[in-house]
């Protein structure tokens, strides 16, 4: 089975830039996603195509991927994007999602 | 406004059988795949099955294999998910999510439903 791997915590100050990654074999050669899930609410769809953002997704959230990573970036970070993020891909028709990060804005 | 609701959970014995529904409107159903994604108690999501706008291509996760069927309905605009030989690692909050297609393998997961509760337990 196709794996995804992310750190568990990332921690970033008000304001400041946070990194996600999401590692898995030759990621660059399939799309990536993100969503955002914020306690009790269902997950949210702020990346996809790898770098696109949906339709009301703030212009700080920013996707790449390449080589064997997928890197989502969230500049000037605000108190609102704490949350669980997580990447996922496609294998075909088979899904697998990232096994999620938690964003800490301190 | 378009909307999922699930439907269909509960509380079922090991070995014991779920159908859950998922009732989509605002959209026009058949031009869209459909997945369901599950989160265990604490847990990460996961990816549980995929049908796609036909119904002529399904895929599972290795965990629900054999377990699980998943269907759809378009004369009622319903995805469903039969569910057999559950398990206590089953138990979870089950999510249907639409699946927008923009290529080969290039799918996401942009409207998601706000989930129904499966619980497997003696």
């Avoid at chain 1, 196709?2 to 030759?26: E, F, H, M, R």
């Avoid at chain 1, 609410?41 to 990573?69: C, H, M, T, W």
């Avoid at chain 2, 959209?27 to 108690?41: E, L, N, T």
């Amino acid at each position: 089975s196709y794996d995804l791997t992310q750190p568990p915590s990332v921690s970033v100050s008000p304001g400041q830039t946070a990194s996600i990654t999401c590692s898995g074999d030759k990621l660059g050669d399939k799309f990536a996603s993100w969503y955002q899930q914020k306690p009790g609410q269902s997950p949210v769809l702020v990346i996809y195509q790898d770098n696109k953002r949906p339709s009301g997704i703030p212009e700080r959230f920013s996707g790449s991927n390449s080589g064997n990573a997928a890197t989502l970036t969230i500049s000037g970070t605000q108190a609102m994007d704490e949350a669980d993020y997580y990447c996922q891909a496609w294998d075909s028709i088979t899904g697998v999602f990232g096994t999620g990060t938690t964003v800490t804005v301190l | 406004e378009v909307q999922l609701v699930e439907s269909g959970g509960g509380v079922v014995r090991p070995g014991g059988s779920l159908r859950l529904s998922c009732a989509a409107s605002g959209f026009i159903f058949d031009d869209y795949g459909m997945s369901w994604v599950r989160q265990a108690p604490g847990k990460g999501l996961e990816w549980v099955s995929y049908i796609n706008w036909s119904g002529g291509a399904t895929s599972y996760a290795d965990s629900v294999k054999g377990r699980f069927t998943i269907s759809r309905d378009d004369a009622k605009n319903t995805l469903h998910l039969q569910m057999n030989s559950l398990r206590a690692e089953d138990t979870a909050l089950y999510y249907c999510v639409r699946v927008g297609a923009l290529g080969p393998s290039d799918y996401y997961m942009d409207v998601w439903g706000k989930g129904t509760t499966v619980t497997v337990s003696s």
